[in-house]
């Protein structure tokens, strides 16, 4: 067995455990064809995955959070192959969610748009974000809604959108109470300074056990 035929095996068996499994044959091919190293890192509020170019000879590197569910996972991934594909075909003279970069992220899911890998609410979720995907899968609220239901461990965090009305909930270790709906954001006001703040309906908060505090104000 050569060297690339044994570090496409070494790579299915770590992917078997982040992506479906009808999936870890192909990513494990592209990990070879494309010279990429992927990195799988600890969670990070700012970003699910990111693209680094070569530097200094170094590979391409991807990194993706440890805790995405498989579905979420995968798509990150493909997300950011598309970042390196886009990259050798056009360096850094295009914008980096551009179309180009669009193109090659709907070539690049092509093979994994089927029930096989997702399931059905899922694939169709998926699909209607990929008619024109955008910069990160959160800022679709279907595809994110649907995703959040794969998530075998959520740290008791729900979607604002899901609170009741003058519910208390913690977000950045900040307690808030739940207020009036504005369109897509609610006003949300901080227990300890009385200051409102607009929460996106699919901001992720921590449930608050009591709902007995409020401001002094």
């Not at 050569?2 to 068996?13: I, P, T, Y």
């Not at 200094?56 to 959070?65: A, C, K, M, Q, R």
């Not at 390196?84 to 551009?98: A, C, E, Q, R, S």
Request: hydrophobic share 35%; charged share 25%.
């Amino acid at each position: 067995m050569d060297h690339r035929a044994k570090q496409f095996e070494r790579n299915c068996d770590v992917l078997k455990k982040y992506i479906p499994e009808s999936a870890v044959q192909q990513i494990a091919f592209w990990i070879v064809e494309y010279d990429f190293k992927l990195k799988i890192k600890k969670e990070r509020s700012t970003r699910l995955g990111d693209y680094t170019s070569p530097r200094n000879g170094s590979n391409h590197l991807i990194t993706i959070n440890h805790n995405l569910n498989q579905y979420s996972f995968l798509i990150t991934l493909v997300h950011e192959i598309a970042h390196l594909k886009t990259f050798n075909t056009y360096k850094d003279k295009v914008m980096p969610h551009g179309a180009e970069w669009k193109k090659s992220f709907v070539e690049l899911m092509k093979p994994f748009m089927n029930e096989v890998v997702f399931p059905i609410d899922v694939l169709y979720a998926v699909r209607k974000y990929m008619r024109n995907p955008a910069a990160s899968s959160c800022s679709d609220a279907t595809l994110l809604r649907t995703l959040k239901l794969y998530d075998e461990h959520n740290n008791g965090t729900v979607f604002v959108e899901y609170l009741p009305h003058k519910s208390v909930f913690l977000y950045n270790e900040r307690l808030f109470e739940k207020g009036e709906k504005i369109r897509t954001r609610y006003k949300c006001m901080e227990i300890k300074t009385g200051s409102v703040y607009l929460f996106n309906s699919l901001a992720e908060v921590e449930i608050f056990e009591s709902t007995s505090v409020r401001s002094n104000s």
